[in-house]
């Protein structure tokens, strides 16, 4: 599929609400879910896609047509096998950023990602200070 030209972004990024303040620097865009902060186009149109994409998903493992698979060891997450109606075990679809000057995580970047049970226990076991946990019900 062929890049599309600024003017065909700009047309979409207002189709979803998005609003342009143009000023003597250029112009700025604006999320309807985070005002006040503007964006170039290029980052504007990279955190609308990111934005599609994360809904996307988000709708896949709602309605549990999403294959999720841990990052850590690449087990397929799903409940069970051909269960319809527990969906997903472990943490799904987790966001992380690094912190302003973040030495460990870059701090202009955000990290997707999602990690079975099992992994889990091993990260919680692996804790220096245990998890604080409680009972859920």
Same mark, same amino acid.
């Given at each position: 599929?062929?890049?599309?030209?600024?003017?065909?972004?700009? *047309?979409?990024?207002?189709?979803?609400?998005?609003?342009?303040?143009?000023?003597?620097? !250029? =112009?700025?865009?604006?999320?309807?879910?985070?005002?006040?902060?503007?964006?170039?186009?290029?980052?504007?149109?990279?955190?609308?896609?990111?934005?599609?994409?994360?809904?996307?998903?988000?709708?896949?493992?709602?309605?549990?047509?999403?294959?999720?698979?841990?990052?850590?060891? !690449?087990?397929?997450?799903?409940?069970?096998?051909?269960?319809?109606?527990?969906?997903?075990?472990?943490?799904?679809?987790?966001?992380?950023?690094?912190?302003?000057?973040?030495?460990?995580?870059?701090?202009?970047? *955000?990290?997707?990602?999602?990690?079975?049970?099992?992994?889990?226990?091993?990260?919680?076991?692996?804790?220096?200070?245990?998890? =604080?946990?409680?009972?859920?019900?």
């Amino acid at each position: 599929m062929p890049e599309l030209t600024k003017r065909q972004k700009r *047309i979409r990024l207002k189709k979803a609400g998005w609003t342009n303040a143009a000023n003597s620097m !250029g =112009e700025f865009w604006t999320n309807p879910a985070s005002p006040g902060v503007g964006l170039p186009l290029s980052m504007a149109w990279l955190h609308y896609n990111l934005m599609k994409k994360d809904q996307e998903l988000k709708e896949a493992v709602k309605n549990k047509t999403a294959k999720v698979i841990c990052n850590k060891c !690449g087990a397929d997450m799903a409940a069970l096998e051909g269960d319809t109606h527990m969906g997903y075990y472990g943490l799904v679809n987790a966001k992380v950023s690094g912190g302003y000057c973040s030495t460990a995580l870059s701090d202009a970047f *955000i990290y997707r990602f999602s990690l079975c049970e099992k992994c889990l226990k091993a990260i919680f076991d692996s804790c220096t200070i245990p998890v =604080e946990y409680e009972p859920y019900m």
